[in-house]
């Protein structure tokens, strides 16, 4: 019996991991709460795709997003053998206007294979059931866009934000180190974050700092 079931279980994920439904799609859990049974439940988003010529970003600060985003994604085999992790976070922060949802585009149309989920502040509260998806369909990319409205300052936070903001670091914190799954976090106001966890941050005025 035991046996039995490891062999469905099996055939399951196989049948997962084959699957082309969602893997490589952008994706959003639906909002709305539709009491009529009509909600979309997942939705498959199509943005524009976006060529690194149409990235209005100086040169330097282009070649290092590339450097630590796409090259990174190409080298993760290589990376593994070497005991290295292969997750990778990057914030992209500056006053609205400055590019920051357009390079994510850009990010996206670059990343073949990769599933892109997108969680608004308003939805971070399913992040547990967004990184489910992200495993599933992992490579990924995980966007949370304005994460200052979750991730501020813990003297400046209410018991539901540090709740939010815990899941989130907990999330990040309990990847595996073989995980293939990238976290891109915008933000307008970078001063008021409270993340030490990430590495790489992108600024809207097109410099790449590392902390």
Request: proline share 4%.
């Amino acid at each position: 019996g035991a046996e039995f079931v490891r062999r469905c279980f099996a055939e399951i994920e196989d049948a997962v991991n084959a699957a082309n439904c969602y893997r490589g799609k952008i994706l959003s859990f639906d909002g709305g709460a539709n009491y009529r049974g009509s909600s979309r439940g997942l939705t498959v988003h199509k943005l524009p795709s976006v060529e690194r010529a149409n990235v209005i970003l100086p040169d330097a600060t282009l070649k290092l997003l590339d450097r630590n985003i796409l090259n990174f994604v190409q080298h993760r085999a290589k990376l593994r053998q070497l005991g290295q992790s292969t997750r990778k976070g990057i914030l992209l922060y500056g006053p609205p206007g400055t590019g920051k949802t357009h390079t994510i585009r850009y990010l996206a149309s670059n990343l073949p294979g990769h599933t892109t989920l997108i969680i608004t502040a308003a939805q971070v509260e399913w992040l547990g059931a967004y990184m489910n998806l992200a495993r599933l369909l992992q490579p990924a990319m995980v966007i949370i866009e304005d994460v200052d409205l979750i991730a501020t300052d813990r003297e400046m936070m209410g018991p539901c934000e540090e709740s939010m903001l815990n899941n989130l670091l907990n999330e990040m914190d309990g990847l595996k180190e073989d995980a293939d799954i990238l976290f891109v976090l915008t933000t307008n106001r970078p001063e008021q974050l409270a993340l030490p966890q990430l590495t790489d941050t992108v600024k809207g005025d097109g410099q790449l700092q590392f902390k």
